[in-house]
C-alpha cells in the first residue's frame, strides 16, 4: 500500500516536472523569438509596414513568455505556501 501511494506520488511529481519543462522551454523559445524580432527591426533596410508587422510579432512573443513566467511565479509562491 505504502509502495503504490509512493509510486503515485512519484509520478504526479514526474508529470509536473514535464510540464514545468515544456513551459521552460517555451518560454526560452519566445524570448528567442523575440530577440530574432529584434535584429530584424535593427535591419536599415526593412520597410515601415515590415517594421510594424515585427513589432507586433515581438511584442506577442514577450506577452506570452511574461505569462508564463507569472504563472511560473504564482507556482513558486503556491510551493511556498505549502
Same mark, same amino acid.
Given at each position: 500500500m505504502a509502495k503504490e501511494k509512493l509510486t503515485?506520488? =512519484?509520478?504526479s511529481f514526474t508529470e509536473e516536472a514535464e510540464g514545468f519543462t515544456k513551459e =521552460?522551454?517555451?518560454?526560452?523559445?519566445?524570448?528567442?523569438s523575440a530577440k530574432?524580432?529584434?535584429? =530584424?527591426?535593427?535591419?536599415?533596410q526593412i520597410t515601415?509596414?515590415?517594421s510594424v508587422k515585427?513589432?507586433?510579432?515581438?511584442?506577442?512573443?514577450?506577452?506570452?513568455?511574461q505569462k508564463i513566467l507569472e504563472?511560473?511565479? @504564482?507556482? @513558486?509562491?503556491e510551493i511556498k505556501g505549502k
Open positions: 503515485k506520488e =512519484t509520478k =521552460t522551454e517555451s518560454f526560452e523559445s519566445k524570448l528567442d530574432k524580432v529584434l535584429e =530584424t527591426l535593427m535591419n536599415p515601415l509596414s515590415d515585427a513589432y507586433e510579432m515581438g511584442m506577442s512573443e514577450l506577452g506570452k513568455a504563472d511560473a511565479q @504564482i507556482k @513558486i509562491t
